[in-house]
């Protein structure tokens, strides 16, 4: 009976330790899991947060008032109140900053890359390429800002050989037709984002991608009221 007792102690002593060492296996193993669980989501957190120095920084303006602007503008001066356009060139020029906005549906239609002028002839820019310059004087080369009327259809020797002649509204451009700044297109603009490279460098017009003017030149022919294009900074 003793030896009976004894042996059966002595099974029971071997089972709890092997009782033991698998819970202890399931408990490493789960932790082991834990800790490439979160080793995995710190290498993922550290890849999504590293920025390419050559990305083009994600910054969303708000344009809701000089949109807000532009449709009285054009709903008071019977201009097309379908849509405009907005050349912001306080972005960089390797970034969309030419806008087709839709007062129909109050979004972006379409965007793409635009020059401005390297406003090198008055006056030294060392800063023409990242800043556009303003100024409204002839043989400025330079950029000028404010609301312009979009004119007639013309014939051109850039791009895709079509221009539109910009006639300034306002005091800053009032010498648009003068200093024949034209919308037109231009073989060495890219119809996409170059950031951080730059866009060429006019000498005051906006000028565009081929394909780019090709989209314009459509909406343009079909609009029987002239269309606004409004340069801000």
Known sequence: ?????????????????????????????KSLKMTYKILFLLLLNFVSC???????????KNYAKVHEEAKA??????FNEDYYFLIDLSNHSGKNRFFIYDFK???????????????????????????A??????????????????????????????????????????NAVQRVVVLHSWDAVSDTEVYPKYSPLSWGCPAVSDDF???LDAKLQKSDKPVLLWIIE
């Open 105 to 131: 549906t109050g979004k972006i239609s379409n965007q793409n890359l635009v020059t401005h002028g390297s406003c090198d002839v008055l006056d030294d820019n060392e800063t023409k390429w990242e800043k």
């Open 1 to 29: 009976m003793l030896k009976t007792s004894t042996f059966y102690l002595q099974n029971l002593h071997v089972k709890s330790n092997n009782i033991l060492s698998e819970t202890e296996l399931l408990i490493r193993h």
């Open 213 to 215: 003017m090709r989209i």
């Open 133 to 174: 310059k303003f100024n409204n004087a002839n043989n400025s080369h330079c950029s000028a800002k404010g609301k312009y009327k979009i004119g007639k259809r013309d014939s051109s020797s850039w791009g895709i050989k079509v221009k539109y002649w910009l006639h300034g509204l306002e005091k800053s451009n009032a």
């Open 50 to 60: 590293k920025e390419d120095p050559n990305s083009s920084p994600k910054i969303e």
């Open 73 to 78: 503008f054009c709903k008071r001066e019977k």
